[in-house]
């Protein structure tokens, strides 16, 4: 790890959020070097204020630490017990956890620690793909079989996935059969259907960010880009509908060989007003 986080130089004992790498992109199956991202994205980050004109409030007033990148290996198993020991003690310790991917892969480890601590866990997740296969190239675990994980981890029903645009026949096919739900992107209506995910769905919320679900035409630099789909403003509104319940967060897919820096200082600006609106909300409820 070349440097922090932006504004994340908070001891760990004193911090209400974590941030952390997981360079690892070892199941990619079109664009490698998504384990260049999290040094990216921290790289990016540096180029905003701190102060979040959209929120109104100054990051400088948020304590926040960043962990570092774990140790990855070419051993997968042994990548994701890290990864949950870690995500583990930051729950346990009252502070919220912030992955920097790396590949999508990250999430259900992640998603395992924290419905461990929140057992009425649900899961929202923005992706180009429905990543709803049980194996992928001979591979449980790979980034294309995510939702499919998670679903095993939470239960199908407390699983929403947002922005999809790519599936084969057979996937949406089970998926279907099995009653996950999804929302296209392109959907017009997407604050209507974000209250409708509100209305159903009864608890904390960790969101998963795939960089992917956004067109494009805004973020190039990702291991599996997809026309058609979302905007960067409609992640910011899913992110503003579930602040007040998101006790855990990723941002996943940024693929840095493949990028000018847009994509990886869209990725650390997300993440910035993430960090802005949950923590806004946490103060507003005290």
Request: glycine share 8%.
């Amino acid at each position: 790890m070349s440097e922090f986080f932006a504004d994340a130089e908070s001891s760990y004992n004193e911090a209400r959020f974590v941030y952390y790498g997981y360079p690892f992109d070892g199941t990619a199956c079109f664009r490698k070097g998504a384990s260049e991202a999290p040094d990216a994205i921290r790289k990016n980050s540096y180029n905003f204020e701190t102060y979040l004109l959209e929120l109104g409030i100054d990051l400088s007033d948020v304590l926040a630490n960043d962990w570092g990148n774990l140790d990855i290996t070419d051993d997968q198993d042994k990548n994701e017990k890290l990864l949950e020991d870690l995500v583990l003690k930051i729950v346990n310790e009252g502070k919220f956890p912030i992955g920097l991917g790396g590949e999508h892969s990250l999430t259900p480890a992640a998603v395992k620690a924290a419905h461990t601590k929140y057992p009425n866990l649900a899961v929202v997740i923005l992706d180009a793909h429905l990543d709803f296969r049980n194996e992928y190239e001979g591979n449980t675990k790979s980034h294309a079989t995510v939702t499919r994980r998670i679903s095993d981890i939470v239960g199908i029903d407390n699983v929403r996935s947002i922005g999809i645009r790519s599936v084969s026949q057979s996937e949406i096919a089970e998926a279907r059969s099995v009653g996950l739900k999804f929302v296209e992107s392109g959907w017009t209506e997407l604050r209507e259907y974000l209250a409708d995910v509100i209305d159903d769905l009864d608890g904390p919320v960790y969101l998963s960010l795939d960089m992917d679900a956004i067109d494009p035409a805004f973020a190039p630099g990702v291991g599996t880009p997809e026309p058609f789909g979302m905007t960067p403003y409609e992640v910011i509104q899913t992110i503003n509908f579930f602040a007040d319940r998101i006790v855990g967060f990723d941002c996943v897919e940024v693929c840095p060989p493949h990028d000018n820096g847009n994509t990886s200082a869209l990725a650390a600006r997300l993440t910035r007003h993430l960090v802005g609106a949950v923590w806004q909300c946490q103060e507003r409820f005290k």
